[in-house]
């Protein structure tokens, strides 16, 4: 759909077309996206497990408001002070002080999904800008920036932020987005900038060009929705290296201490040495997280197919 | 192109890499708040030997001389003196990175050698029972949680059944042992070395088995596969002769591609396991403070991940003579 499809409709409506004429288009476009979407058993399982983790994003409010002893940070049972099984209490069990994992394990929902769409929004930004800028503007820029990509495309992120930790203490969470996002761009960017080097020289961008359309007129009115598609293509995947790294992050002790997130959660098991005895507490975090990436890889997997004809044909 | 200037090419390219994360590297430490020149000497030394080791790293000097001392100490392999073990860094790296070297390239090997065979016949049996159990579990292995994972194993493999031994790279005693063979400290090792092993190809190989069954898929509909059929050749030798070949060439890239999520990984592994190698002296030493260490185990790394990406570019040259335009 993002070339083959029918590029040219919105391109060649004069540009003070009234706005709900190219809403409907982007419903329609939708919609049959959706129809294909619908038929593909990956994505529909990919889409029920995200919708029970937004569910649990959302219940993560719940449990402080029921007892102050089921927040997840600081609430502490009075009369449990170790790592106690699953009781009708505390439907998953205690943490070494008392705290109640489940309600540890929603607001980890909550976290995960935080950390994975806001980083995978500021990478697709940045990769999408920069990728067309690259492919649009050609030459030395080009050369620059996809030279720039390459060199931190082979950092292993991970040992970066790690590193950085070191130097600069204790990171907030907002800054371990950013560092996640600004480390993942370079893939977007390439994937981008190629789409828009074949459409660079399309009959409708040259006519724009002729019409005295800006560069950056031509940039944001004409290439961006047409590479739009494939930038939330890769937004799903950027959300499941995103939520990875955070939580292989607090894994390894250098999250953001204010937050309990599924890594933490983990960290927490391992280096207090409960990982033999209570499997109640080392279970459900990591079924979490590959959970989750599991549910954002499929779901992109099957916006894959519906973005490319060629797939949908061969999976039949 | 021939295949040696493709090499000398990408070789330049790389040293330029290597050179730009050194050079960052020097400005967030110069950067980063705090005393430089705390970061580089160990506060508990005596002041003689501080100062000693201050000119040899040229730290009283102003900026731009001490970058200029960082690259020549690079280059002669002298990266300051740990806070934690009190040695020359790069002895306790040298000392790390073949164990790092063995984890690493057996698991890269491993998985995709069984990806690549996986994946064959997954695409071969399209359709059928097999691909798809296949396929599921190849994607239910690549978004497993790595750490997650090797706890997993230690908690089943080495606590519950007991068939392997929970941490470490080697035991003791076996080495100690004069009369023990060279063979008997092999079996040790990979006894050792059997649950990170498994663990990092059971994540890795995933993916590679995704990439081959695609492009075995697109392969198959070749006219030279056509051409296979009708000359009569067995089905076995079209697949595995004909077909596989060619469809394994994007697997390589895409080693060459996840080199710095494998990293990660190993990082990771290693540090569960209290395997010694450099991506857990990495951890260790910053959960440690301990700077001198951190910057030289960052820039190995570096240089481990470097090099592993020329080896696949040299070896998709080799294997795809198109690559080298």
Same mark, same amino acid.
């Given at each position: 759909?993002? #070339?083959?499809?029918?590029p040219?409709?919105?391109? #060649?409506?004069?540009? %003070?077309?009234?706005?709900?004429?190219?809403?409907?288009?982007?419903?329609?476009?939708?919609?049959?996206?959706?129809?294909?979407y619908?038929?593909?058993?990956?994505g529909?399982?990919g889409?029920?497990?995200?919708?029970?983790?937004?569910l649990?994003?959302?219940?993560?409010?719940?449990p402080?408001?029921? %007892?102050p002893?089921?927040?997840?940070?600081?609430?502490? %049972?009075?009369?449990?002070?170790?790592?106690?099984?699953?009781?009708?209490?505390?439907?998953?069990?205690? #943490?070494?002080?008392?705290?109640?994992?489940?309600?540890?394990?929603?607001?980890?929902?909550?976290?995960?999904?935080?950390?994975?769409?806001?980083?995978?929004?500021?990478s697709?930004?940045?990769?999408?800008?920069?990728?067309m800028?690259?492919? =649009?503007?050609g030459?030395h820029?080009?050369?620059?920036?996809?030279?720039?990509?390459?060199?931190? !495309?082979?950092?292993?992120?991970?040992?970066v932020?790690?590193?950085?930790?070191?130097?600069?203490g204790?990171?907030?969470?907002?800054?371990?987005?950013?560092?996640?996002?600004?480390?993942?761009?370079?893939?977007?960017?390439?994937?981008?900038?190629?789409?828009?080097?074949?459409l660079?020289?399309?009959?409708?961008?040259?006519?724009?060009?002729?019409?005295?359309?800006?560069?950056?007129r031509?940039?944001?009115?004409?290439?961006?929705?047409?590479?739009?598609?494939?930038?939330?293509l890769?937004?799903s995947?950027?959300v499941?290296?995103?939520?990875?790294?955070?939580?292989a992050l607090?894994?390894?002790?250098f999250g953001?201490?204010g937050?309990v997130?599924?890594? !933490?959660m983990?960290?927490?098991v391992?280096?207090?040495?409960?990982?033999?005895?209570?499997? =109640?507490?080392?279970?459900?975090?990591g079924?979490?997280?590959s959970?989750i990436?599991?549910?954002?890889? !499929?779901?992109?997997?099957?916006?894959?197919?519906?973005? %490319?004809?060629?797939?949908?044909?061969?999976?039949? | 192109?021939?295949?040696?200037p493709?090499v000398i090419?990408?070789?330049?390219e790389?040293a330029v890499?290597?050179?730009?994360?050194?050079?960052?590297?020097?400005?967030?430490?110069?950067?980063?708040p705090?005393?430089?020149?705390?970061r580089?000497? /160990?506060?508990s030394?005596?002041p003689e030997?501080a100062q000693?080791?201050m000119?040899?790293?040229?730290?009283?000097?102003?900026?731009?001389t001490?970058?200029? @001392? @960082?690259?020549k100490?690079m280059?002669t392999g002298?990266?300051?003196?740990?806070?934690?073990?009190?040695?020359?860094?790069?002895?306790?790296?040298m000392?790390?990175?073949?164990?790092?070297?063995?984890?690493?390239?057996?698991?890269?090997?491993?998985?995709?050698?069984?990806?690549?065979?996986?994946g064959?016949?997954?695409?071969?049996?399209?359709?059928? &029972?097999?691909?798809?159990?296949?396929?599921?579990?190849?994607?239910?292995?690549?978004?497993?949680?790595?750490?997650?994972?090797?706890?997993?194993?230690?908690?089943?493999?080495? @606590?519950?059944?007991?068939?392997?031994?929970?941490?470490?790279?080697?035991?003791?005693?076996?080495?100690?042992?004069?009369?023990?063979?060279?063979?008997?400290?092999?079996?040790?090792v $990979?006894?050792?070395?059997a649950?990170?092993?498994?663990t990092?190809v059971?994540?890795?190989?995933?993916?590679?088995?995704?990439i081959? &069954?695609?492009s075995?898929?697109?392969?198959?509909?070749?006219?030279?596969?056509?051409?296979a059929? +009708?000359?009569?050749?067995?089905?076995?030798?079209?697949? /595995?002769?004909h077909?596989?070949?060619? +469809?394994?060439?994007?697997?390589?890239?895409?080693? *060459?591609?996840?080199?710095a999520f494998?990293?990660n *990984?190993? +990082?990771?592994?290693?540090?569960v396991?209290?395997?010694? *190698?450099?991506?857990?002296?990495?951890?260790?030493?910053?959960?440690?403070?301990? @700077?001198?260490? +951190?910057?030289?185990?960052? $820039?190995?790394?570096?240089?481990?991940?470097?090099?592993?990406?020329? $080896?696949?570019?040299?070896?998709?040259?080799?294997l795809?003579? &198109?690559? &080298?335009y």
């Amino acid at each position: 759909m993002s #070339d083959t499809a029918s590029p040219a409709p919105i391109q #060649d409506q004069p540009p %003070d077309l009234p706005a709900g004429k190219h809403r409907f288009h982007w419903v329609e476009r939708f919609a049959d996206g959706w129809a294909v979407y619908r038929k593909n058993i990956i994505g529909r399982i990919g889409l029920a497990l995200l919708a029970l983790f937004a569910l649990m994003a959302v219940a993560s409010f719940i449990p402080q408001l029921v %007892d102050p002893m089921y927040h997840p940070m600081t609430g502490v %049972d009075p009369y449990i002070s170790h790592s106690t099984g699953p009781s009708l209490r505390h439907w998953l069990g205690t #943490d070494y002080i008392g705290r109640d994992i489940f309600s540890q394990l929603l607001a980890g929902a909550r976290i995960a999904f935080m950390v994975g769409i806001s980083s995978a929004l500021i990478s697709i930004l940045f990769g999408t800008t920069i990728g067309m800028v690259a492919g =649009y503007a050609g030459r030395h820029t080009d050369l620059v920036l996809m030279r720039l990509a390459d060199m931190i !495309m082979v950092m292993p992120t991970l040992l970066v932020v790690l590193i950085l930790s070191a130097l600069f203490g204790q990171l907030n969470i907002w800054v371990i987005v950013l560092m996640i996002a600004l480390f993942r761009w370079p893939g977007v960017a390439r994937v981008i900038r190629s789409q828009t080097l074949s459409l660079r020289h399309r009959p409708f961008i040259e006519a724009a060009r002729v019409a005295g359309a800006s560069h950056l007129r031509i940039l944001f009115r004409h290439i961006l929705p047409n590479v739009m598609p494939l930038a939330l293509l890769y937004m799903s995947f950027r959300v499941t290296s995103a939520i990875i790294i955070e939580a292989a992050l607090a894994f390894l002790g250098f999250g953001d201490p204010g937050t309990v997130s599924w890594g !933490m959660m983990l960290q927490w098991v391992w280096k207090t040495g409960h990982m033999f005895q209570a499997s =109640y507490w080392l279970l459900p975090p990591g079924i979490c997280i590959s959970l989750i990436t599991m549910a954002f890889y !499929m779901t992109g997997r099957a916006m894959d197919d519906v973005l %490319d004809p060629r797939l949908r044909k061969e999976e039949t | 192109m021939g295949l040696r200037p493709f090499v000398i090419r990408r070789c330049i390219e790389i040293a330029v890499i290597f050179f730009v994360i050194m050079t960052v590297l020097f400005v967030l430490f110069r950067l980063a708040p705090g005393d430089p020149v705390e970061r580089m000497v /160990d506060p508990s030394m005596t002041p003689e030997d501080a100062q000693l080791l201050m000119e040899s790293m040229g730290l009283d000097r102003p900026v731009w001389t001490q970058y200029l @001392y @960082y690259l020549k100490n690079m280059a002669t392999g002298n990266m300051g003196i740990s806070f934690h073990y009190g040695e020359p860094v790069i002895h306790i790296l040298m000392d790390r990175l073949p164990n790092t070297i063995l984890l690493f390239t057996s698991a890269i090997i491993l998985s995709a050698l069984l990806g690549v065979f996986l994946g064959k016949i997954a695409a071969w049996r399209r359709g059928e &029972r097999t691909d798809m159990l296949m396929t599921v579990g190849a994607l239910f292995c690549h978004t497993l949680f790595l750490p997650w994972l090797a706890l997993i194993m230690i908690w089943f493999f080495a @606590y519950h059944v007991g068939w392997f031994p929970i941490t470490g790279m080697v035991t003791p005693a076996v080495w100690i042992d004069p009369d023990a063979g060279m063979i008997s400290k092999a079996l040790d090792v $990979l006894h050792h070395m059997a649950l990170p092993l498994m663990t990092l190809v059971l994540t890795h190989f995933g993916s590679y088995l995704l990439i081959m &069954r695609s492009s075995m898929l697109d392969t198959l509909k070749e006219d030279y596969i056509i051409t296979a059929r +009708a000359k009569g050749l067995t089905e076995k030798t079209i697949r /595995d002769r004909h077909a596989a070949p060619n +469809a394994a060439l994007p697997v390589v890239t895409s080693v *060459g591609l996840s080199l710095a999520f494998s990293i990660n *990984g190993g +990082a990771l592994t290693e540090t569960v396991f209290t395997w010694p *190698g450099i991506g857990r002296e990495l951890v260790f030493s910053v959960s440690h403070s301990d @700077y001198p260490l +951190a910057q030289a185990a960052f $820039l190995l790394i570096a240089i481990v991940v470097l090099t592993a990406n020329l $080896l696949v570019d040299v070896l998709y040259a080799y294997l795809d003579p &198109r690559i &080298r335009y």
